[in-house]
Every structure is written in structure tokens, then in C-alpha cells.
């Protein structure tokens, strides 16, 4: 049999509302009304109707997160820390899975409104102008996780990628190495390919090193395929280089493949560093140094300025996380 709110209030002599009160840790109790209604909530059973609950104080308790790649290392990380904030709240998440494709997003986009989540993380894709409006419209909370919109007043949550990349190349120069490329992501892509690769190109600007077409091999993704290729055609086009920087550590982990069927020793014969410190990361062979994002950090930091915003109605203040150089041993100095 299941019982309802309103059998828990017959049998604890007090009215549906003080239940109601007591269930939402509201005040205008006593404790002994607190616990006595408590011990009928177990003894019956009860388990309270979350889509009753939110009719009440209008919250469903659930966050929507949109994930471009769920296969993806980085997204587990980040995932992680979001469920962390969201148990910490006392709500659950709703994961979706967009594959970077327009139609599927606007259907998720529309699936959470339409169940009423308190609100929304959109994570390490753009925010076009479709999806912005439609969730405006809406007037849900939204916040970005690893992704940043110039368009749109929508606060977000991520490293830059500008600076780390630069760290990373200047890492490199630091350890002696001159002939320098790197594996990129997309050069398109506005969130984290352009950034990477123009930090990249200006650290060795800034340090008067040789910079033209065959130190950069752009590919499609950030995937550990794209970095197989990409060492092929980084050796095949400079096949002085000494080091790699990699816009990722799925690439970074793909050309250590590459390498070890070519037969070139990393790091004695080319030194390869990475970018998100996966925790694939200090299982490859041999373990990669690489740039330290601060993922679960991330995406922890993503829910709860979310649960700031549904509490006070301040949008919160974009923030950038610090990154870090993870030093292993996929990189030697060159004396």
C-alpha cells in the first residue's frame, strides 16, 4: 500500500502543511512535532512524491547537463564534480548526450524545460544563438562548464586555454627545446582549438623561436585517432622536431602510439606533452607530463554557482580555474 501526505498527517495529528514544512526543512515546528512526524514518515513508508514536492516550493531538484562526448575522459571528470554539488543540494542529475549535433541539442534543450529542471549546465561546446534564445525564453538558469560564449551574458566556468597553452610551450623552451610543433584540435573551433594554438604560436613568438607551416599539424578533434595521425604527418613535415605540444591528452597519448610503431623512444628521441591531465594520463607509457585542468574542480564549481543562482537570483561571476604544468616523464631536457 502506498500512503500519501496526507495519511502521515492523520497519524501524526498535525496538518498537511507542518509535513510539508517539516519534509522542505522549513521552520514553524517544534522538535518534538519534527520527530514525532518523522517516526510516522518511517513507520508508514512514506517516501515523498518529487513532482509533488516541487508543486510546492517549485523546485523539481534535478539540474539538466548537456555533454557534447560522454565517452570522453574529460567529461567523467567533470561529471564527477557536478554530482558531487548537486548531492551536496540534495538533487539529482539528468545527463544528455548531444554529439555536437544542432537538432539533438534543441530536443534535450526541450526535454529538460519541459520537466522543469531547476536549471541547466552546458558544457565544452558553443552556445549558438538557437539554443541561447530558447532556454532566454525560458527564463531557466543556465551556466557554461569549460566553454565560454562572447555573444551572450551567460556566466561560465573554465581555464584559459590561451594562457595554458602558452605555459606549455614555454615549458618546452624552458627544458631547451627549439624545434618545437603541435598537434592541435580544430582550428576552427573558437572554444578550445584557436586559443591553444595562438598561445602556442605566441610563446615561441615571444621567445624568438622558428615558427611557420610545418610546426603546426591541425586535425579534426581532440581524440586519440587524431593524434596518431598527427604524428605521422608532424614527423613526415618536420622531421627535425625535438618536442610536441598536444592540444589534448587523447592526442598527446595517440602520437606516444604513433611513436612506439615508428620506433621513436619518448621521451629520449622526441619529447610529447599533453593538455587536460586525464587520468589516462598517468597511465600511458611512458607517463605524460602534461597541462593540469582542474576538471571535478570545474564542474563542481558549474553546480554550485547554478544552486547560487536558483537561491538568490544574483547571476554569479564568471570564473577561471587555475591550471597547472603536471610534470612526468614523457619530456626530457635537452642539455
Not at 281 to 303: F, Y
Amino acid at each position: 500500500m502506498s500512503f500519501t501526505i496526507k495519511d502521515v498527517a492523520k497519524k501524526a495529528n498535525v496538518s498537511i502543511a507542518t509535513v510539508s514544512r517539516i519534509l522542505n526543512g522549513q521552520g514553524g515546528y517544534s522538535e518534538r512535532t519534527k520527530l514525532k512526524v518523522l517516526k510516522v514518515i518511517e513507520e508508514l513508508g512514506y517516501q515523498p512524491n518529487a513532482v509533488a514536492r516541487g508543486l510546492i516550493n517549485k523546485r523539481t531538484h534535478t539540474i539538466g547537463v548537456l555533454f557534447p562526448k560522454l565517452s570522453s575522459s574529460l567529461v567523467t571528470d567533470l561529471l564527477d564534480g557536478i554530482e558531487k554539488a548537486a548531492n551536496d543540494n540534495g538533487s539529482s542529475v539528468i545527463v544528455c548526450h548531444t554529439e555536437s549535433n544542432g537538432e539533438k541539442t534543441m530536443k534535450y534543450l526541450q526535454l529538460l524545460i519541459e520537466k522543469r529542471v531547476d536549471g541547466i549546465i552546458f558544457a565544452s561546446e558553443i552556445l549558438k544563438d538557437e539554443y541561447y534564445q530558447y532556454v532566454a525564453k525560458s527564463k531557466m538558469p543556465m551556466i557554461l562548464l569549460s566553454t565560454e560564449s562572447y555573444a551572450y551574458p551567460v556566466p561560465f566556468v573554465k581555464v584559459n586555454d590561451f594562457h595554458a597553452a602558452y605555459s606549455a610551450a614555454k615549458y618546452l623552451i624552458d627544458k631547451g627545446h627549439t624545434k618545437i610543433g603541435m598537434i592541435s584540435g580544430n582550428k576552427e573551433d573558437i572554444i578550445a582549438g584557436i586559443p591553444r594554438i595562438e598561445g602556442f604560436k605566441k610563446a615561441l613568438a615571444d621567445h624568438d623561436i622558428p615558427l611557420d607551416d610545418q610546426n603546426i599539424v591541425f586535425s579534426r578533434g581532440f581524440t586519440f585517432p587524431d593524434g596518431v595521425e598527427g604524428l605521422k604527418r608532424m614527423v613526415d613535415q618536420f622531421p627535425d622536431v625535438t618536442a610536441i605540444f598536444a592540444a589534448s591528452d587523447e592526442i598527446a597519448i595517440g602520437a606516444l602510439s604513433a611513436a612506439y610503431q615508428r620506433g621513436i623512444k619518448v621521451p629520449d628521441e622526441l619529447s610529447v606533452m599533453g593538455y587536460d591531465n586525464l587520468s589516462l594520463a598517468e597511465m600511458s607509457i611512458p607517463p605524460l607530463t602534461t597541462v593540469g585542468q582542474p576538471l571535478a574542480k570545474m564542474g563542481e564549481t558549474s553546480a554550485e554557482m547554478l544552486f547560487a543562482l536558483l537561491e538568490t537570483g544574483d547571476t554569479p561571476e564568471s570564473r577561471i580555474m587555475p591550471h597547472k604544468i603536471v610534470e612526468r616523464m614523457s619530456v626530457k631536457e635537452r642539455k
